[in-house]
């Protein structure tokens, strides 16, 4: 299988290897993404990716709280994947350009993410 890509997947280092925006909070395994009320949205990443290369991700969501518009970003912040629903949210992108994956609450003014682990390997 590919190599991991992501440092500190399962939160358990807190947010260590994470870059984070406003209204970010880890703790005890997971992550809280809550809402900002203006850009830079509230939301992690991770500057790991490749120019006109395809990912395989798994991210686990425990909770979504409230209305919140919750999207996986590319290298270059257009939206690859919403989060709609709990549990495993698999699904695969080819990066355009740029090196940042992102995970964002881009609604800006309510809603909660919470999530337990994130995966991404080269397809």
């Known amino acids: ?5 992501i440092t500190n997947g ?10 984070q925006a406003p209204k ?5 395994g997971t992550v809280n993404i809550g809402p900002a009320e203006r850009p830079p949205y509230s939301g992690v990443g991770q500057a790991i ?5 395809t990912y395989d991700v798994v991210i686990e969501v425990v ?22 629903s709990t549990g495993t949210n698999s699904f695969f992108f080819t990066n355009s350009v740029g090196s940042t994956f992102s995970i964002v609450n881009s609604s800006g003014e309510s809603g909660d993410l919470v999530i337990s682990n994130v995966s991404v390997k080269k397809q």
Do not use: C, H, R
């Not at 299988?1 to 890509?5: A, D, G, N, T, V």
């Not at 990716?49 to 290369?53: A, I, P, R, T, Y």
């Open 1 to 5: 299988s590919k190599p991991e890509l």
């Open 49 to 53: 990716l490749e120019n006109e290369v």
């Open 63 to 84: 909770a979504i709280v409230g209305e919140g518009v919750f999207q996986v970003l590319d290298g270059a912040n257009e939206a690859v994947y919403n989060i709609t």
């Open 24 to 28: 970010v909070n880890f703790k005890a």
């Open 10 to 19: 399962n939160f358990d280092e807190g947010g260590e290897g994470w870059l």
